[in-house]
Nanobody, 124 residues
């Protein structure tokens, strides 16, 4: 079992920044991929970014890759998502997820563990 706890969400004005954190516990993550997803009201959950825990390879959705950056701190067992140049359409609940594989995938069904989510609200 892997437990994931997100933090760092909040209310921010358009153009602002936030850094989300996801603290993982319960398992060694060396053969895991960590991902960030988001779900806006009335919309389907969508992939935002993923990172291979062991070598730090990343992949981000086209819609955010110029503004959002995923990273990890292996010593702290924590994954981060830096959100810059935020837009009102980035408003969503952001979820951290863990996948028992070294291959990054964008489908949520490919992830085995999920956090409870953290709300990000961007005002115009």
């Amino acid at each position: 079992q892997v437990q994931l706890v997100e933090s760092g969400g909040g209310l921010v004005q358009a153009g602002g920044s936030l850094r989300l954190s996801c603290a993982a516990s319960g398992r060694t993550l060396s053969r895991y991929v960590m991902g960030w997803f988001r779900q806006a009201p009335g919309k389907e959950r969508e992939f935002v970014a993923g990172i291979g825990w062991s070598i730090g390879n990343t992949y981000s959705a086209d819609s955010v890759k110029d503004r959002f950056t995923i990273s990890r701190d292996t010593a702290k067992n924590t994954v981060y998502l830096q959100l810059n140049s935020l837009k009102p359409e980035d408003t969503a609940v952001y979820y951290c997820a863990a996948r028992r594989s070294t291959i990054i995938v964008t489908a949520g069904t490919g992830y085995d563990y999920w956090g409870q989510g953290t709300q990000v609200t961007v005002s115009s």
